[in-house]
């Protein structure tokens, strides 16, 4: 239960600050490759402009900030559960992405996010997940008349 | 989950309300997908509804169903539709002059003359109006106080590049000042540039007839000038073409087959647009949607989308918004 | 007075059985759609528009009414629950709420919301209903320059939600201007930053991003702790009702939220966010516990969600009065009366007057129903909380990305998602706050927008700003409450002589 400080002395507000900074840089290109100018007024690139200025500034508060003693505490974190989130949201980009439908995308977003939990009946996860992953999809295409992206699953109904 | 459970009840209840109006028509038994290139809610999307309730009611296909790909200007639902409705026998888009516009000034690859035109549908005039307090009366006046300061005159409507825009560009052109100095204020839609034309903030506003009807039956606005090539009935304000200047611009939503549909396929699906064009169904909806008929069958529907895709062009390049 | 008697005929239509049954079936079906995130109140009407279709004008209205206020109301309760906003108003709602929810207030939290919707929309209907005719000749005199003050006024207020830290506050709020360049932009029709993706052009969705910031985020927070420091949200602590205390902490945010909804909402582009900025700020500086504020205070739910409602019932004004849709939901409601050949404008109030004032008793009456319907589900939402951790995260995750999907079936909407769900995860695990990118991203453009209409109308003549009394007192306003707090900061150092 006890908090474990990691002292990362500097580390991150530094390469936020290069993060910043590449922002502050594409936001300026695009804005320089803007050719349409407004006839009257400012010109759309003003507010690209200013952006870019803004993340420049912030840019160099970050490194200033790199280089004071840091009062952040950052935990210690899980990164397999992390992980496991991620691939549960790849499961439905991929199955949407490759023409697998919205009930098999859901399915596998919540039966591998309850793992990411800690939950190991894996099977019992996936019917739970394709019972209301067909649900919602009867209830989106069928009464609300808005299609969800179909699979072979789909074409069943 | 309990929250699901207690979906399901609701969902019953909709169901239940739902059910009075779907029929089930057996006539054909094409079983059609509408592309509306647009979020729900918008034109396209009413225009695809409404004809999946005809083609529906009048048993012209067996099933419809309508899938919203928003974006772009109805662009990316274009790019997609290109993609998976080529040679597809039962896929249908419906679109109109706004994709026409959005496919040039977005610089997109792809546009209306990839795919196959089945029908023009509806065609709405637009209209040019002032506010009821401004010295300027007539069309004529209006292009002198362009020709006087083009930057002064102050124009309002849609998004830049859009229909509206393109009228006002055009009317600026006919006033014989240069379209690329109009001053031509955006706005995302017909509400807002209308609260900017009552409060004063403008010289003049384009938008669709319908949406500023009621302030111009009121006088709060006056009407100078439809876009529409002919007069119509209940419309007091004249074509600007009956007013000397030859200027016609209808915003008009057609409908659309993939590319490479051919023979019997392509005529089945003539045949069942040509069908619910003509029923009784189509035109009550006409009439209850506000809509104008601008019915067009396929070959001259062809034409026309080649005719309006040079002619925004070459306005959009006049008014620098193309290359 | 004319008016009066004529809402007593408006309720004589709206009170018969058959209509009662429509206003109730339209709020049921209203709240249970409204639920849905990514779905807001818009696309609630639009759906159900075609059921409504089959009744008569009359009856059809009256159930669009109970439809509208029904979807405003659920959009809320997925926002305190589930930290998952439904619509892009219910942001704010979910900063204090959700804190409320998971540390066993979410009974106190939803009841607060519900009855200062009901308190809200019930006052701001009056306000409809006599009103109208008035404040639209105003809000129509509001130019881009007036929006431009607005904005900024707004703009200041986003510093109460920046935390400890007013350098990642801001950074934060960057964030969100930054994505608000994203797409066409409406004034000349070029795009920016869109890097050749046309799925890009229209812009990023603000309830993707605060969907993802939020719900996602936290998802991913939640599994990172879990081994380390397990937190399981307390569904029930203390009473499930309001406390004494909670209803004198609530009464007069429901109503300052209110003023502050009603004529906003009435400004032709005024919005439902504005307002719910507007009053958690004043909320938290009037607030005498503002050390609650960001661990769950009452009033930062109470608040806002009255200004959002009240919001709600504002749009109707220049949408009845002068036919003028100035929301989604309003441009959908526009096409609904055209199905009856009914146009909304200045001459509705005289030809149609049975409609106008059958719809305003039928506001009325869907939302005493609302606070019946919702008022006993509060029990059961906050068991929601009780469903196994693992379940209740995959739950909201496939609730989270079906709204998005629904909305917009694209994969580059579900990358956003994702992407941003991973940078929420990234903001609250190095303690920068999340709020200020939303308002970002809602306010940038907008503020954009206003100031270069202006400096359009005025031929690039930046004095504008000034020359009008109205935008001139607001941008006054806005740079005293920026600079206030640094100099009340330096007296108290001075006096105190702190650090």
């Given at each position: ?157 | ?41 918008g034109g ?52 109109g002059i706004t ?23 509806t065609g709405d005039p637009l209209v040019i109006v ?27 409507g849609g998004s830049?590049?859009g229909a509206d825009?393109?009228l ?21 839609g017909g509400g807002?540039s209308l ?10 506003g384009v938008s669709g007839y319908g949406e500023w009807e009621g302030q111009i ?6 009407a100078?000038?439809i876009s529409y090539?002919?007069?119509i009935?209940?419309i ?13 611009l209808v915003n008009w939503r ?35 949607r506000g809509w104008s ?31 | ?322 036919g003028?849709p ?5 441009a959908?409601?526009l096409a609904?009366?055209q199905?009856?050949?009914?146009q ?156």
């Amino acid at each position: 239960m006890t908090p474990r400080p990691i002292h990362t002395p500097n580390r991150p507000p530094a390469v936020i600050a290069i993060v910043l900074f590449a922002i502050a840089v594409i936001t300026y290109w695009d804005a320089s490759q803007m050719t349409t100018r407004a006839a009257y007024g400012m010109s759309a690139s003003a507010a690209s402009y200013f952006v870019a200025l803004l993340f420049a500034v912030l840019a160099v508060g970050h490194l200033v900030s790199a280089f004071k003693p840091s009062n952040v505490e950052v935990e210690v974190a899980d990164w397999k559960a992390v992980g496991w989130i991620g691939l549960a949201l790849c499961g439905l980009i991929g199955s949407i992405w490759l023409g697998g439908g919205f009930i098999l995308g859901s399915t596998l977003l919540f039966a591998l996010t309850a793992h990411a939990f800690g939950r190991r009946a894996f099977l019992v996860d996936l019917c739970l997940g394709a019972a209301i992953g067909v649900f919602v999809f009867l209830l989106f295409n069928k009464l609300l008349t808005l299609a969800l992206p179909q699979g072979p699953l789909e074409k069943l109904f | 989950m309990r929250n699901f459970m207690k979906y399901g009840l609701m969902a019953a209840i909709v169901g239940s309300v739902l059910s009075f109006g779907s029929l089930s028509a057996t006539a054909q038994d094409l079983e059609l997908t509408i592309t509306a290139p647009a979020g729900a809610g918008g034109g396209w999307d009413s225009a695809s509804r409404s004809l999946q309730e005809a083609m529906m009611a009048t048993g012209n296909a067996k099933s419809v169903q309508v899938v919203n790909v928003p974006g772009a200007g109805g662009t990316v639902g274009l790019a997609q539709f290109i993609g998976s409705a080529k040679g597809s026998p039962n896929q249908l888009l419906v679109a109109g002059i706004t994709l026409v516009g959005a496919s040039i000034s977005n610089k997109s690859p792809v546009n209306l003359t990839q795919v196959t035109p089945l029908a023009r549908l509806t065609g709405d005039p637009l209209v040019i109006v002032v506010s009821k307090d401004s010295p300027i009366k007539t069309i004529d006046d209006l292009l002198a106080t362009i020709k006087t300061d083009v930057a002064k005159t102050i124009w309002v409507g849609g998004s830049a590049g859009g229909a509206d825009h393109i009228l006002a560009a055009l009317v600026t052109k006919a006033a014989g000042a240069d379209p690329a100095k109009i001053n031509y204020v955006a706005y995302s839609g017909g509400g807002e540039s209308l609260a900017a034309m009552l409060g004063g903030q403008a010289t003049a506003g384009v938008s669709g007839y319908g949406e500023w009807e009621g302030q111009i039956k009121s006088g709060d606005l006056r009407a100078l000038a439809i876009s529409y090539p002919e007069p119509i009935e209940g419309i007091e304000a004249k074509p600007l073409k009956a007013q000397g200047l030859d200027i016609e611009l209808v915003n008009w939503r057609g409908i659309f087959a993939g590319p490479d549909v051919q023979g019997a396929d392509l005529d089945a699906l003539k045949a069942a647009v040509d069908n619910t064009v003509k029923s009784e169904q189509w035109q009550a909806i006409l009439k209850a949607r506000g809509w104008s008929d601008y019915y067009a069958p396929t070959d001259e529907f062809k034409t026309f989308i080649a005719s309006e895709n040079d002619r925004v062009r070459s306005i959009l390049t006049s008014i620098g918004l193309a290359d | 007075m004319d008016s009066i008697s004529f809402l007593i005929e408006g309720f004589a239509l709206a009170i018969q059985p058959a209509n009662l049954i429509y206003a109730a079936i339209g709020v049921m079906i209203g709240t249970a759609v409204g639920v849905l995130p990514g779905i807001g109140p818009a696309l609630t009407v639009a759906l159900l528009l075609p059921v409504t279709f089959k009744l008569d004008p009359g009856g059809s209205i009256i159930m669009f009414a109970g439809i509208y206020y029904g979807g405003m109301y659920g959009g809320s309760t997925t926002a305190i629950l589930l930290n998952t906003p439904g619509e892009s108003a219910s942001v704010v709602t979910a900063l204090e709420g959700n804190k409320m929810a998971r540390s066993g207030r979410g009974g106190p939290a939803l009841a607060t919301a519900a009855i200062g919707s009901f308190v809200a929309a019930l006052i701001a209907t009056l306000g409809l209903a006599f009103l109208a005719p008035i404040l639209v000749k105003v809000a129509v005199k509001f130019g881009p320059w007036d929006y431009f003050g607005l904005m900024l006024i707004a703009f200041v207020t986003v510093s109460a939600t920046f935390g400890s830290s007013p350098m990642r506050g801001l950074t934060s709020l960057a964030f969100g201007l930054w994505l608000g360049l994203m797409g066409i932009d409406q004034l000349t029709g070029q795009a920016r930053l869109t890097f050749g993706v046309p799925e890009l052009l229209d812009g990023v969705e603000v309830t993707t991003l605060a969907v993802g910031l939020f719900a996602i985020g936290e998802a991913f927070l939640v599994a990172s702790r879990h081994l380390h420091k397990p937190e399981k949200p307390i569904p029930v602590k203390g009473s499930i009702w309001m406390t004494k205390e909670d209803w004198g902490r609530s009464w007069k945010p429901w109503l300052r939220g209110t003023v502050l909804g009603f004529p906003i909402g009435a400004l032709p582009a005024g919005g439902a966010e504005i307002p719910t900025f507007l009053s958690y700020n004043i909320e938290r500086r009037l607030s005498r516990k503002p050390q609650e504020f960001g661990q769950g205070a009452i009033e930062g739910v109470a608040g806002p969600e009255a200004a959002n409602n009240a919001s709600a019932a504002g749009t109707l004004v220049p949408l009845l009065t002068l036919g003028l849709p100035t929301s989604a939901t309003a441009a959908v409601m526009l096409a609904g009366f055209q199905q009856y050949n009914i146009q909304p404008g200045p001459l509705l109030f005289t030809q149609h007057a049975d409609l106008v004032w059958g719809l305003v008793a039928s506001l009325f009456i869907a939302n005493v129903m609302l606070l019946v319907l919702n008022l006993p589900l509060v029990g059961m939402w906050v068991k929601l909380l009780k469903i196994p951790l693992p379940w209740l995260y995959a739950g909201i995750l496939v609730f989270a990305s079906m709204g998005t999907i629904a909305a917009n079936p694209s994969v580059v909407e579900l990358l956003l998602l994702t992407g941003f769900g991973v940078i929420g995860f990234l903001m609250r695990r190095y303690d920068y706050p999340i709020a200020p990118a939303v308002v970002g991203l809602i306010l940038g453009p907008l503020a954009d927008n206003a100031l270069r209409r202006s400096l359009q109308m005025s031929l690039g003549d930046p004095m504008i700003l000034f020359q009008h009394p109205s935008s001139a007192i607001m941008i006054a306003i806005a740079t005293i409450a920026l600079i206030a707090p640094f100099i009340f900061r330096g007296l108290s150092r001075f006096q105190h002589d702190e650090d």
